[in-house]
Every structure is written in structure tokens, then in C-alpha cells.
T-cell receptor, first 114, second 112 residues
């Protein structure tokens, strides 16, 4: 069975500081991996995705993520956090095949201090 | 120009009532989904439809019945609402040959 683990429930950073949100997955082959962001009271917005190829992927809002097969990880990074980045971040896995359902991690809440 | 839209945005109702949530996508996608986000923000797939056919049903109580009149619409009807049904319900869509899912804004259901 596939699973996604986000080890950090809540992270607080200062505005302008760098950010790394951790994501580990369990799946027997190379999965399709995603990061979504949910602002308070809002829906889910896709930040970036990894399907194949270059293991460092760029997304919107200055985010990037790196796929590391040896560590079964897909960590999200941003060099300088803005106050508007405060939100809930979800890592998700799609195994492909015939159903394409997303399996989500439990999310990491990001708080940004001024 | 909203890609995936849901109505209503908020729904407050009494236990035992029946309610529906509607979802429409204008992306031309083949596949649509319903996800439930519980009070702890955990997101879980409920149903998936491809070209109006049910392809995923994740052990959801049969009080929940999805209906897809065409591939641009996927509605969710809930009978005999219970307190535990209170959650945010998200609709999503994707092209069956691709794996990226695009989400609607969510419907916040509160059962009293």
C-alpha cells in the first residue's frame, strides 16, 4: 500500500528565512509526487509536481522540491519565506495506473513570524 | 473562468436531512473525484468517476451517492446526515492520461 508521511505537523519561521518542509513516501515503484498548498478557508492549489526526469522541480511562488529516490523523499524548499506563505502544505502521491487517486500526507502548518 | 467550481460553499443542516453538493469542471477533463477533509485537515479520496463511470469507491457509507450526469459534472448526494459527516468536501478533476488533479474551492458542511 502507498503512504505519505509529513513528519512536521507545525513549523514556524521568520519572514525572510529559508524553509524546508519534509515529505517521505512509501511505494514500490517511482511515484508521481505533488505539493499542494491550502490557505485558510481556501481550496488546494498545486505548487509543483514530479513525474520523471530532473529530480529538482520548480514550482509557483518561488518553491522548489527535490526528489530523492534513495531516501524516498520529496522535500519542499523556499529560499526566503514571505508572510503570505503562511498556510497548510500537503504532500501527495499518485501511483498512476487505472485509478489515479491521490494519497495525501497529514499536512504541515506553516506559520510565518514578522 | 473558475476551472473547478462547487456549490454551495457553505452548508449548515440538521442531522437526518438529505443534501447535495454540486461540482462542475470546465477543463475538459475525463476524470472527477470527491475528497473529504476532516477536522484534522486529513484528506481522503471518496469517489472517482471516469467518463461518467465509477472507478473508485473507498468504502464510503452508502448514504453517500455520487452522480455524474456528464463528464463535466460530479454531484454528491448525502442521505440521513450524521454529525460525523461534518467536514470540507473537495471536488477535483484530471485528464485520465495525466496525473495532475485540480481542486475546487471546497464545500464546508456542518451537521448540527
Amino acid at each position: 500500500a502507498q503512504s505519505v508521511t509529513q513528519p512536521d505537523i507545525h513549523i514556524t519561521v521568520s519572514e525572510g528565512a529559508s524553509l524546508e518542509l519534509r515529505c517521505n513516501y512509501s511505494y514500490g515503484a517511482t511515484p508521481y509526487l505533488f505539493w499542494y498548498v491550502q490557505s485558510p478557508g481556501q481550496g488546494l492549489q498545486l505548487l509543483l509536481k514530479y513525474f520523471s526526469g530532473d529530480t529538482l522541480v520548480q514550482g509557483i511562488k518561488g518553491f522548489e522540491a527535490e526528489f530523492k529516490r534513495s531516501q524516498s523523499s520529496f522535500n519542499l524548499r523556499k529560499p526566503s519565506v514571505h508572510w503570505s506563505d503562511a498556510a497548510e502544505y500537503f504532500c501527495a502521491l499518485n501511483s498512476g495506473g487505472s485509478n489515479y487517486k491521490l494519497t495525501f500526507g497529514k499536512g504541515t502548518l506553516l506559520t510565518v513570524n514578522p | 473562468d473558475t476551472a473547478v467550481s462547487q456549490t454551495p460553499k457553505y452548508l449548515v443542516t440538521q442531522m437526518g436531512n438529505d443534501k447535495s453538493i454540486k461540482c462542475e469542471q470546465n477543463l475538459g477533463h475525463d476524470t472527477m473525484y470527491w475528497y473529504k477533509q476532516d477536522s484534522k485537515k486529513f484528506l481522503k479520496i471518496m469517489f472517482s468517476y471516469n467518463n461518467k463511470e465509477l472507478i473508485i469507491n473507498e468504502t464510503v457509507p452508502n448514504r453517500f451517492s455520487p452522480k455524474s450526469p456528464d463528464k463535466a459534472h460530479l454531484n454528491l448526494h448525502i442521505n440521513s446526515l450524521e454529525l460525523g459527516d461534518s467536514a470540507v468536501y473537495f471536488c477535483a478533476s484530471s485528464q485520465v492520461t495525466q496525473e495532475t488533479q485540480y481542486f475546487g474551492p471546497g464545500t464546508r458542511l456542518l451537521v448540527l
